[in-house]
Each structure stands twice: as structure tokens, then as C-alpha cells.
């Protein structure tokens, strides 16, 4: 049995619609705005006989019958009397109604009916491991592009929209591992994408490396190329439990990405939230996914678009707003904005800026809610210089509390290396600077990879380390990638 969640998302009006196959072989519903059809849909731009549901040989699929305005699954756009089977969570737009394929029960069937016995067996990924095939890769802007991946054999992923996920890469011979923001929706669950942004030089140190695995991504990421999924979905950075009914969403650069997966979660799920997007960008070239938002906005009536430019590039029209945010563009932008829950996301300096300006307005703090990537990394390196290992790391000498009392240092017990360090510097970061290994992925304290044991000294956290749980804390285990060292500090590493 198929059950369908009808919505018009014009109306806001609900059905929802059972479809048991009279036969175990093959069963048919008509949709459309004739009286005879089996599902009737009453709008103008579905046609008489639009489309079709079918049961056959343990699968149901959709067919566009020749509508004369189409129809969509998942976003894309349906081919007259081509057939698309359906999965679980998947989309169907037909004029002002989505379709949303709540439940798929192959197993009510009788397997003497000839079952295909892979639909049964078809995973959901949540945690752990899991090996995923490039299946598409889209150019965004110039320096953008997007990777979509899927399972063999298929597997829906299961995530909230905002969250993100580990990538684990072999890259000249060295095992590296990345966190990326999943840019797709959870209701398309039968793909999973990020989009990754090509990262130079620092424009004020053009020798210095430029990012390492963003790069790569760009370089040798193709079709059918595989990697690995570490851990599950993960982060807090999430509208999906968020009750407010009015939100705005403001990012600049990659920022962006959690901010699509929100929003083509709302518009796909067709929720009424009231929702204003806001995107800084450098240039009109530089606008992610523009075409896709602008239909949202055009087809949503509740979600609202918003666009800036801080570098209008000459023989470029433009005539959204421009320059950075401002007190006035915000006012402009969000005029009942205290009545709004926000999300921030974007480089640094720009949610700090974000930040400040929301705290001048007197904005109620506890409605913000910022994605952070780990520590800020900073421009010096740490000295560091080797010592012998101490026969009992955990006893301090005289000159060590001195230390300890003033200028943060760690020392690699196992490593045997002691680094003078900077007091908002993660002990990652340090331990990086120095070629020591540490196996990191979320680089945000909550996949708990990098976790170590501290022998001796205090830490404090940047952000929670939810990536610890209650006996591992008693046990003195830290997370080096958002802990930094107060006064001298010993780990096993």
C-alpha cells in the first residue's frame, strides 16, 4: 500500500489518500480535474487526465500523461509518459498541489506475486560509515560547484535540513577528513548534496597554500567517482524543530548551502512559515542557486527573496540592494524582525558583524541561532620545540606551573613535542602546525573523532563538545578541535 499526503499549498486544504493495488500484479490511479478521475485535483493548471500512480510487479510509479502545464518529482521536471518510481518522502508537484509519497508497504504483497525483493531491503543511512557514488556534478558559478551522491545499493538519507557531513578522502597518499554542509533537502532523501566552494591563496599571502580538500573536490570529483561518509548527518543548525512561524535566513559565501537545504525543505514540504532569505554576494556571477530561488519566491508566496552585492562588477545590471548589511537594508529587508527567529551563517567576520548589529537592535538573542565551523583558525604559528618525555607527565616541575600560570603551552605526551601556543588556539590547530597526528572530522566538537585524553592541566571550550559523552568527561577526555589550553596543558598525543 501507497499513502499519499495531498496539500494545496495554495489553500492550505489537506488530503491524504490510501492507494492499496486491487490487483498483486498490476493496479492504476488516474489524477487530474475530471470527475472521473481517481484523484481529483481542482485547479486550473492541472489538466482533465494529467498524470498517473501505478502498481506493477511490486513497484509504484508516476507518469505524466501529456499535461499541458507538467508536472515535477522532487524539483525536476517529469517527461510526458516517461515512467519514475517512487520512493519514500518523494515529491510530486502537480499545479498548486505537492504530493508527498508518506508510506510505502511492499511488504502488505505476497512475495509468491513476484516481488521485487531490493525494494524490502532498501537502508536508511542515520550513522556509521557508508560508501557513496557521485552521480552528478553541477557547475553553480564559476568557482561553485555542486556534488550529488547516492548509495549502491539505494539508500535514503536520513538528516535534518542544516546539518552537515564528514567526507573521509585519500589525498596524496594521506588520509584527510572534511565536514561539508549538505546543500540538498531530507525530502529528497534519495540523494545527498554539498556544494563546494574553490578556495585560492589568502589575498594577502598569495604564496601560502590554498584549501586543500575544496580544491581537490573541484579537481577530481567526477561522475561515478566514489568516497566515504563518516559518522551520520550531524550539528545543531537546524530550523526542522524550530516552532516559530516567521524566520529570516541570512548568509554570505558558503554560507548559503544550510540555508538551501532549509528552504527547499520548507518549499517542498509546503510549509506556510513566513520566510525571508537573505544572501550576501560579491558579484551578480557569484549568486548560488539563483534561478532555483527565484521560483521559489515566485511560487511561494510566503517565502520572500532578498540579494546583495558588495562588488557590482561593471556591465553587470543589477538593482537589488548593495553594499554590506546595514541597520537600514535589515529594517528594509525584515521590517517585523523582532518578531522573527534568525539564522546566520557565512564567514567569521560576517556573523560577528550580523551578530553585533542584531544586539544594537535590541533583537532578543534567544531567537538567534549561528552555524559554526570549529575555532577560527589564527595567522601565527605556535613555537614548538622537542623534549625529552618526562617520566611522569602528570607531575609539573616548578618552571612548568610557572608556565602554566602564564602563557598557554601544550605538550604532546606520546609525541614528545611542547608548543607555546596562542589562548584562543584549539589544540588541533596546534597539533596540526607541528605534524602531529590527531584524527579529526566535524572540526565542531560533536562526531567526537578527535577526542583524547587529557593527562594533566585545564581546557576551556569555544563551543559545547557534544561529541563527549558524561563517563568519557569523568575519564578526562577532551576534544581537541574546539579546546584550547588555560596556562600548561598535557594530552596523549
Not at 537592535?361 to 565551523?373: I, K, T, V
Amino acid at each position: 500500500m501507497l499513502t499519499l499526503k495531498v496539500v494545496n499549498y495554495q489553500t492550505g486544504e489537506l488530503q491524504e489518500h490510501p492507494l492499496q493495488p486491487e490487483s498483486q500484479k498490476l493496479s492504476e490511479w488516474i489524477i487530474g480535474r475530471a470527475a472521473a478521475c481517481d484523484l481529483i485535483l481542482d485547479s486550473p493548471e492541472v489538466s482533465r487526465v494529467h498524470g498517473r500512480i501505478g502498481y506493477s510487479q511490486g513497484e509504484y510509479h508516476f507518469t505524466d500523461l501529456g499535461s499541458t502545464d507538467g508536472s515535477f518529482i522532487n524539483n525536476q521536471t517529469a517527461e510526458i509518459n516517461q515512467e519514475y518510481a517512487l520512493r519514500q518522502n518523494d515529491l510530486i508537484r502537480v499545479g498548486d498541489f505537492v504530493m508527498s509519497v508518506e508510506d510505502i508497504r511492499i511488504a502488505d504483497i505476497p512475495e509468491s506475486e513476484g516481488l521485487n525483493p531490493g525494494l524490502q531491503q532498501q537502508s536508511t543511512w542515520t550513522e556509521g560509515e557508508l560508501m557513496v557514488q557521485c552521480a552528478r556534478v553541477v557547475e553553480e558559478t564559476e568557482d561553485v560547484k555542486t556534488f550529488s551522491f547516492v548509495a549502491n545499493p539505494p539508500t535514503q538519507f536520513a538528516f535534518q535540513p542544516g546539518q552537515f557531513v564528514t567526507l573521509e578522502l585519500e589525498i596524496e597518499g594521506k588520509t584527510v577528513r572534511r565536514s561539508y554542509s549538505i546543500s540538498s533537502p531530507p525530502s529528497r532523501s534519495q540523494t545527498l548534496d554539498i556544494t563546494v566552494k574553490r578556495v585560492p591563496p589568502p589575498a594577502d599571502n598569495p604564496e601560502a597554500a590554498p584549501g586543500l580538500v575544496s580544491n581537490w573536490l573541484h579537481d577530481n570529483i567526477a561522475v561515478g567517482s566514489e568516497v566515504k561518509l563518516l559518522g551520520g548527518p550531524m550539528g545543531k543548525f537546524t530550523c526542522a524543530a524550530d516552532s516559530s512561524r516567521k524566520l529570516l535566513m541570512i548568509s554570505a559565501g558558503s554560507g548559503v548551502t544550510p540555508m538551501l537545504s532549509m528552504a527547499r525543505w520548507l518549499y517542498d514540504t509546503a510549509s506556510d512559515r513566513d520566510v525571508i532569505f537573505f544572501n550576501s554576494v560579491r558579484s551578480p556571477r557569484d549568486i548560488i542557486m539563483g534561478q532555483e530561488l527565484e521560483l521559489m519566491a515566485a511560487r511561494q508566496p510566503h517565502f520572500k527573496l532578498a540579494i546583495t552585492v558588495t562588488r557590482p562588477v561593471s556591465g553587470q545590471p543589477w538593482f537589488g540592494f548593495t553594499g554590506r548589511l546595514t541597520e537600514l537594508m535589515l529594517k528594509q529587508i525584515a521590517p517585523d524582525l523582532p518578531e522573527r527567529a534568525v539564522y546566520v551563517c557565512g564567514p567569521d567576520r560576517f556573523m560577528t558583524e550580523v551578530k553585533a548589529l542584531l544586539a544594537h537592535l535590541d533583537f532578543p538573542m534567544e531567537n538567534y541561532h549561528q552555524e559554526s565551523f570549529g575555532v577560527a583558525k589564527k595567522k601565527g604559528k605556535a613555537e614548538a620545540k622537542a623534549v625529552e618525555a618526562p617520566a611522569q607527565p602528570t607531575v609539573e616541575s616548578p618552571q612548568s606551573k610557572a608556565a602554566s600560570s602564564a602563557t598557554p603551552m601544550i605538550y604532546f605526551a606520546q609525541s614528545g613535542k611542547e608548543a607555546v601556543c596562542d589562548p584562543e588556539e584549539s589544540i588541533l590547530d596546534v597539533a596540526q602546525q607541528h605534524d602531529i597526528e590527531i584524527r579529526s572530522g566535524c572540526m565542531q566538537g560533536v562526531c567526537g573523532a578527535c577526542k583524547k585524553r587529557k593527562l594533566a592541566g585545564e581546557v576551556t571550550y569555544q563551543t559545547e563538545p557534544d561529541g563527549l559523552n558524561p563517563d568519557e568527561i569523568a575519564q578526562d577526555y577532551i576534544l581537541p578541535c574546539v579546546a584550547m589550553p588555560v596556562g600548561k596543558v598535557t594530552i596523549e598525543a
